[in-house]
């Protein structure tokens, strides 16, 4: 039997964070999920998995219910159970560093300010996974943890699924060993990938902007969703 590939897609469940820009990783799935005819439905390893074939290779797609900072516990279940490399293990997720529009594939890399990603890195021991990071800047001057667990406003819909969709191409290209290809195609550097531009696109609705203390809804276990800078939400 050929060996399993694992795509993980980070965010948070329920519907209170649907649609939200901390969960595009979430919702790549999704489109991985819907292209493919798989069906998104056994509730295991702290998650949502579908099983299924994608560029001829069989993959474990898991959509992680331990809320965002706490995805890599889901994420080293799966791949101790069925016994996974690092080096057949992508994960989706959000980047406000990276221009809305955009994204971009690395195989080794640090958390940076994400969460998620710095969970996984602290349960996986290494930095050198294949990550897919899909655009959702220019960071806000305003408070993070508002920004990325805000609903994506109408605006910016089209510009998100397409989005997705290049997410979704880029994972298959890796999968078929083609991830040259999809570095060459995705990383390509835009004139808005400057640093310091900060400047607003027309294509998206300004973040919402809120003072004090951001309250987000715990599950049974007490977990709550996170943001990327700061204390828990």
């Known amino acids: 039997m050929d060996s399993l590939w694992l795509i993980v897609g980070l965010g948070n469940p329920g519907r209170r964070y649907n649609k939200t820009w901390h969960n595009l990783g979430r919702m790549g799935i999704d489109v991985l ?5 798989i069906a998104l439905r056994r509730r295991r390893f702290g998650g949502i998995t579908g099983e299924g074939r994608i560029a001829d290779q069989r993959v474990l797609l898991l959509q992680p219910d331990t809320y965002m900072n706490r995805s890599g516990e889901s994420l080293i279940r799966a791949m101790s159970f069925y016994k996974i490399p690092n080096e ?27 969460n998620g990603m710095k969970s996984i890195i602290d349960h996986l021991k290494d930095h050198r996974f294949w990550r897919v990071r899909i655009g959702i800047g220019p960071r806000p001057a305003g408070d993070t943890v508002t920004f990325v667990l805000d609903k994506i406003g109408r605006n910016a819909e089209r510009i998100v699924a397409e989005s997705l969709e290049d997410a979704a191409d880029a994972t298959e290209l890796i999968l078929r060993g083609e ?20 400047e607003k696109t027309d294509d998206r609705d300004s973040p919402k902007v809120m003072t004090g203390t951001v309250q987000c809804s ?16």
Do not use: M, W
Not at 33 to 37: D, G, L, N, S
Not at 88 to 114: C, K, M, N, Q, W
Not at 220 to 233: K, L, N, Y
């Open 33 to 37: 999920a819907k292209r493919h005819r």
């Open 88 to 114: 057949r293990i992508i994960v989706l997720y959000d980047d406000y560093d990276i221009p809305l529009s955009r994204i971009r594939i690395r195989e080794t890399g640090s958390a940076g300010t994400h």
């Open 179 to 198: 991830h040259q290809v999809a570095q060459e195609r995705f990383n390509k550097k835009s004139p808005q990938d400057d640093g310091d531009n900060r």
């Open 218 to 233: 715990a599950d049974a276990s007490g977990q709550s969703a996170e943001g990327d800078e700061g204390e828990p939400c």
